[in-house]
């Protein structure tokens, strides 16, 4: 189920990709919306998947995807230049 999960994140990153690379209007809306799928991903895998970490490093790399994502989205919100990448 988490496979699937993590695919139609990987789903939704690649058409946001795209969308902005055609500089499409809903580009910066779906970039948004993978990076907090993103950021709920990593969530998950290291709150109920730990096996795959080692010990100790779990909270620290939690909270290093989560505040990579949470920076990537400062910067579509606040960033001029990819509003206007979008707008033509």
Do not use: C, D, E
């Not at 055609?22 to 919306?33: C, F, N, V, Y």
């Not at 960033?79 to 979008?86: E, I, L, N, Q, V």
């Amino acid at each position: 189920m988490f496979l699937i999960f993590q695919v139609l994140v990987g789903g939704v990153g690649v058409a946001a990709g795209i969308a902005i690379w055609s500089r499409q209007m809903h580009g910066l809306a779906l970039a948004k919306i993978a990076l907090g799928l993103s950021a709920a991903t990593a969530f998950i895998r290291f709150v109920w998947f730990p096996g795959n970490v080692p010990p100790g490093l779990r909270l620290p790399l939690g909270v290093l995807f989560i505040a990579y994502n949470a920076a990537w989205y400062a910067y579509l919100v606040f960033s001029r230049k990819a509003r206007m990448t979008t707008q033509g």
